[in-house]
């Protein structure tokens, strides 16, 4: 029987021998392979893990120990250690999550999948700990990468403030984040990766000079006392040191021996230490180890013996993007990007390879991103950020206060955003177009195709006194949606055919296809409807009001929060405008969305053609006096929803 199948929790690892435990290392692996190929998923951040992990779950008790996973992408070993090995529907509604998840697990403490937030949960843990009395231990495991973020380091400022206070900080350093770690801090960590250390300079010398007559020994002692500046020289690790935090390491994070003595020496320490393990992303799988990109941080479906993909979904939405970012770097030369350690994600790598010193990449420092882009600006350049959209919202106080308030000709470009669903909760970019409409002069365009991306992003980089946003969705973009006409600054993608039209649909960036579905539907019920493209979905259009009054009914259909997004903005826009038109808003309603496909999320919400035309019918036959629940199941009678 294999050795996985008879772990069901932690206390089950206690029974196993040093060599059964290596047998259990490689069969994670080999299940980890197997199962994510099938599904999808973070891959190569869990190989590196394996033994890691395994160590973790034999020194601490959890879930009495409290072990928090920074981000989460790598908690899947964690997982089968703690009773769940279904992998079958990884991702997947109904089953489990890509992060750690309170519903699925008592051994889960926390859900954070946004990088560098472990050391504060852990440093609050801690203190709640102390204050009542608790004999429980924290540890938090925090990779190399994550440590580039503030907030990493504020917590560690905070932390080593109390001498006393019982927190293990593991730093799982493979060198990368994504892609590999930059920065003063990665050197640092390379700095100590690849000196002998103190101790062994230490004993060598020990032996030699306690061989010395007469001055040997004293002069033994003086080099000892001098501990911290010998150390400094020899395995420079003083900058935690200096912070006040007892510095473990570096340890081979795939001894399995190694690891569980540092840990035991950790835990018995009584105040906070740094544990520093080496790992290696992708191990034990060779294709993982020869992609230098990301060693298989995230894949999608793969083939296992070799790791390339089963399908290809064509051109997305990323790659159109970062094709005209290098058309753009060739014909300006004040064009520089920007990423936080996501430079392939975001699709700046073809233009960091051919303008590899027009590119920054600020690690896991979405703050500091656009600070710094604030300051390129005012130095001179256009600097184009791009990140996850739901990772714009970090750096919100900066995009208001730094960028937006100087003016400074900064373009955000924000990918995944709207309903992403796999990830979950933390990564569905759902709220950038809420958050973004309270900044003054700030412009957010929405491109609903791939023609729009380049477009759009094209008009974003010519403002040069003001922010300017660009959102996208994720995965494959779809065919060219063609205008037929254009009112003000706003593209028409249907025209009613007569002179009082019903009914305003107003759709925003890629859910065009989706409103031409639904005005079809409704014309089929009599209902004549206009589609219009907004394309900078802020500031509103001066065309928009008396376009509306015109119309019926407006509806607006967005993939962000209904909460002060497009349809609040525009339905504030008719106020002030004096018209008088009822305003029926579609969107994402305010709370966390489950991990699940894409289209399943948005059925889910009823954010589908059916759903909608089913409920613009009725508000028709409403204004017409007639009764509506007839009405409505005509405008969906013999439709079948939208399947993923």
């Given at each position: 029987?294999?050795?996985?199948?008879?772990?069901?929790?932690?206390?089950?690892?206690?029974?196993?021998?040093?060599?059964?435990?290596?047998?259990?290392?490689?069969?994670?692996?080999?299940?980890?392979?197997?199962?994510?190929?099938?599904?999808?998923?973070?891959?190569?951040?869990?190989?590196?893990?394996?033994?890691?992990?395994?160590?973790?779950?034999?020194?601490?008790?959890?879930?009495?120990?409290?072990?928090?996973?920074?981000?989460?992408?790598?908690?899947?070993?964690?997982?089968?250690?703690?009773?769940?090995?279904?992998?079958?529907?990884?991702?997947?509604?109904?089953?489990?999550?890509?992060?750690?998840?309170?519903?699925?697990?008592?051994?889960?403490?926390?859900?954070?999948?946004?990088?560098?937030?472990?050391?504060?949960?852990?440093?609050?843990?801690?203190?709640?700990?102390?204050?009542?009395?608790?004999?429980?231990?924290?540890?938090?495991?925090?990779?190399?990468?994550?440590?580039?973020?503030?907030?990493?380091?504020?917590?560690?400022?905070?932390?080593?403030?109390?001498?006393?206070?019982?927190?293990?900080?593991?730093?799982?350093?493979?060198?990368?984040?994504?892609?590999?770690?930059?920065?003063?801090?990665?050197?640092?960590?390379?700095?100590?990766?690849?000196?002998?250390?103190?101790?062994?300079?230490?004993?060598?010398?020990?032996?030699?000079?306690?061989?010395?007559?007469?001055?040997?020994?004293?002069?033994?002692?003086?080099?000892?006392?001098?501990?911290?500046?010998?150390?400094?020289?020899?395995?420079?690790?003083?900058?935690?040191?200096?912070?006040?935090?007892?510095?473990?390491?570096?340890?081979?994070?795939?001894?399995?021996?190694?690891?569980?003595?540092?840990?035991?020496?950790?835990?018995?320490?009584?105040?906070?230490?740094?544990?520093?393990?080496?790992?290696?992303?992708?191990?034990?799988?060779?294709?993982?180890?020869?992609?230098?990109?990301?060693?298989?941080?995230?894949?999608?479906?793969?083939?296992?013996?070799?790791?390339?993909?089963?399908?290809?979904?064509?051109?997305?939405?990323?790659?159109?993007?970062?094709?005209?970012?290098?058309?753009?770097?060739?014909?300006?030369?004040?064009?520089?990007?920007?990423?936080?350690?996501?430079?392939?994600?975001?699709?700046?790598?073809?233009?960091?390879?051919?303008?590899?010193?027009?590119?920054?990449?600020?690690?896991?420092?979405e703050q500091h991103g656009a600070v710094s882009a604030a300051g390129l600006a005012?130095?001179?350049?256009?600097?184009?950020?791009?990140?996850?959209?739901?990772?714009?919202?970090?750096?919100?106080?900066?995009?208001?206060?730094?960028?937006?308030?100087?003016?400074?000709?900064?373009?955000?470009?924000?990918?995944?955003?709207?309903?992403?669903?796999?990830?979950?909760?933390?990564?569905?970019?759902?709220?950038?177009?809420?958050?973004?409409?309270?900044?003054?002069?700030?412009?957010?365009?929405?491109?609903?195709?791939?023609?729009?991306?380049?477009?759009?992003?094209?008009?974003?980089?010519?403002?040069?006194?003001?922010?300017?946003?660009?959102?996208?969705?994720?995965?494959?973009?779809?065919?060219?949606?063609?205008?037929?006409?254009?009112?003000?600054?706003?593209?028409?993608?249907?025209?009613?055919?007569?002179?009082r039209p019903d009914v305003l649909l107003v759709s925003v960036g890629a859910l065009?296809?989706?409103?031409?579905?639904?005005?079809?539907?409704?014309?089929?019920?009599?209902?004549?409807?206009?589609?219009?493209?907004?394309?900078?979905?802020?500031?509103?259009?001066?065309?928009?009001?008396?376009?509306?009054?015109?119309?019926?009914?407006?509806?607006?259909?967005?993939?962000?929060?209904?909460?002060?997004?497009?349809?609040?903005?525009?339905?504030?826009?008719?106020?002030?405008?004096?018209?008088?038109?009822?305003?029926?808003?579609?969107?994402?309603?305010?709370?966390?969305?489950?991990?699940?496909?894409?289209?399943?999320?948005?059925?889910?919400?009823?954010?589908?053609?059916?759903?909608?035309?089913?409920?613009?019918?009725?508000?028709?036959?409403?204004?017409?006096?007639?009764?509506?629940?007839?009405?409505?199941?005509?405008?969906?009678?013999?439709?079948?929803?939208?399947?993923?």
């Open positions: 029987m294999p050795l996985l199948t008879r772990i069901r929790g932690p206390r089950d690892l206690d029974r196993l021998s040093l060599e059964e435990l290596n047998q259990l290392a490689e069969e994670i692996r080999t299940f980890l392979v197997e199962a994510v190929s099938k599904t999808g998923g973070h891959l190569g951040p869990n190989l590196g893990v394996v033994e890691l992990t395994i160590a973790l779950h034999r020194v601490f008790e959890s879930p009495k120990d409290k072990v928090l996973w920074d981000t989460g992408h790598q908690s899947y070993v964690h997982k089968l250690l703690t009773g769940r090995q279904d992998f079958s529907k990884l991702k997947m509604k109904g089953g489990l999550s890509g992060y750690p998840s309170q519903a699925e697990s008592e051994h889960d403490i926390i859900e954070n999948s946004h990088a560098s937030t472990v050391l504060g949960w852990a440093d609050g843990i801690a203190k709640a700990n102390e204050l009542l009395k608790r004999d429980s231990h924290v540890v938090a495991v925090i990779g190399d990468g994550a440590l580039t973020g503030g907030m990493a380091w504020e917590a560690l400022n905070n932390i080593a403030d109390a001498k006393d206070r019982p927190l293990v900080i593991v730093v799982n350093d493979n060198e990368r984040s994504y892609a590999p770690t930059i920065g003063g801090l990665a050197n640092h960590l390379a700095t100590l990766r690849t000196t002998d250390g103190y101790e062994r300079f230490l004993a060598r010398t020990k032996e030699v000079l306690e061989r010395t007559p007469v001055v040997g020994r004293p002069l033994y002692d003086t080099l000892h006392g001098a501990k911290k500046g010998l150390k400094d020289f020899i395995a420079p690790q003083g900058m935690f040191e200096d912070l006040g935090l007892k510095y473990v390491g570096p340890i081979d994070g795939h001894d399995l021996e190694a690891l569980e003595s540092a840990l035991a020496r950790a835990k018995r320490f009584g105040g906070p230490v740094i544990v520093h393990c080496l790992t290696e992303k992708g191990r034990g799988y060779q294709p993982a180890l020869q992609d230098e990109a990301d060693r298989f941080h995230a894949v999608g479906k793969i083939h296992p013996d070799t790791g390339l993909p089963i399908a290809s979904s064509g051109a997305d939405w990323t790659s159109v993007f970062g094709e005209e970012m290098v058309k753009l770097g060739e014909e300006r030369e004040d064009i520089v990007a920007i990423t936080a350690a996501m430079l392939q994600p975001v699709g700046l790598d073809r233009f960091a390879k051919r303008f590899p010193d027009r590119v920054y990449d600020v690690g896991i420092a005012t130095g001179g350049v256009h600097p184009v950020f791009a990140v996850y959209a739901t990772f714009l919202n970090r750096a919100f106080d900066q995009v208001l206060m730094d960028v937006a308030l100087h003016k400074c000709g900064v373009t955000f470009v924000l990918d995944r955003a709207g309903v992403t669903g796999t990830d979950g909760a933390s990564h569905n970019g759902m709220w950038d177009m809420s958050i973004l409409q309270v900044v003054p002069g700030l412009r957010l365009a929405a491109p609903r195709d791939a023609d729009q991306v380049r477009a759009q992003l094209r008009e974003a980089v010519a403002v040069d006194d003001a922010p300017t946003v660009v959102r996208f969705s994720k995965g494959a973009v779809g065919p060219a949606v063609p205008a037929v006409g254009r009112i003000g600054g706003m593209d028409v993608l249907r025209e009613p055919g007569t002179d065009a296809p989706m409103c031409l579905e639904i005005a079809g539907l409704l014309d089929k019920q009599g209902i004549s409807t206009t589609v219009v493209d907004p394309r900078w979905v802020k500031p509103v259009d001066e065309a928009m009001a008396p376009l509306a009054e015109r119309h019926r009914v407006v509806v607006t259909v967005e993939d962000n929060s209904r909460v002060g997004g497009v349809g609040s903005a525009i339905a504030q826009a008719l106020r002030d405008a004096g018209v008088d038109v009822p305003l029926r808003d579609f969107g994402i309603p305010p709370r966390f969305l489950d991990h699940a496909s894409r289209a399943e999320v948005m059925a889910e919400i009823g954010l589908t053609a059916p759903d909608i035309a089913r409920q613009v019918t009725g508000l028709v036959a409403k204004l017409d006096g007639l009764p509506t629940e007839r009405s409505a199941a005509d405008a969906v009678d013999s439709v079948e929803p939208a399947r993923d």
